[in-house]
């Protein structure tokens, strides 16, 4: 791919050195597209992000557990008062959340790895 071929508005030639001009120069083929992908530290942040979901993965069975001793029918249905559903609805909150940030980490991964 030619200099003028460039998807970028402006040549390497015309943009300000350093970064602006790398960068042109980096789009202007696919080839020079090389970066790095971090694999040390996206691996230590799926190990964290997994150990955080463990935890409440814990939080959740042993949640449950307590309900099963106490008021067992609050586990078979969604119709629960304020009071009743409050806790459980806070933690499964903190897991979405969590698992969200896990399935994002998840997808840059295996993109990384096409």
Same mark, same amino acid.
């Given at each position: 791919?030619?200099l ?31 970066y ?5 530290? $996206?691996? *230590? ?5 997994q150990?955080?979901? $463990? ?10 557990? $307590?309900?099963? *001793? ?17 806790? *459980? *609805? ?6 979405? $959340? ?17």
């Amino acid at each position: 791919m030619a200099l003028s071929d460039t998807k970028s508005p402006t040549s390497v030639l015309t943009c300000p050195k350093g970064y602006p001009s790398l960068a042109t120069f980096l789009d202007s083929d696919e080839n020079f597209m090389v970066y790095r992908r971090f694999g040390y530290i $996206q691996s *230590r942040l799926l190990l964290e992000k997994q150990d955080d979901l $463990q935890k409440l993965e814990n939080k959740l069975d042993k949640y449950d557990n $307590q309900v099963q *001793r106490t008021k067992p029918v609050n586990l078979i249905t969604r119709d629960l008062t304020e009071e009743d559903a409050g806790p *459980r *609805r806070q933690l499964m909150e903190k897991i979405e $959340q969590k698992f969200c940030e896990y399935g994002q980490c998840i997808s840059i991964q295996r993109i990384r790895n096409i």
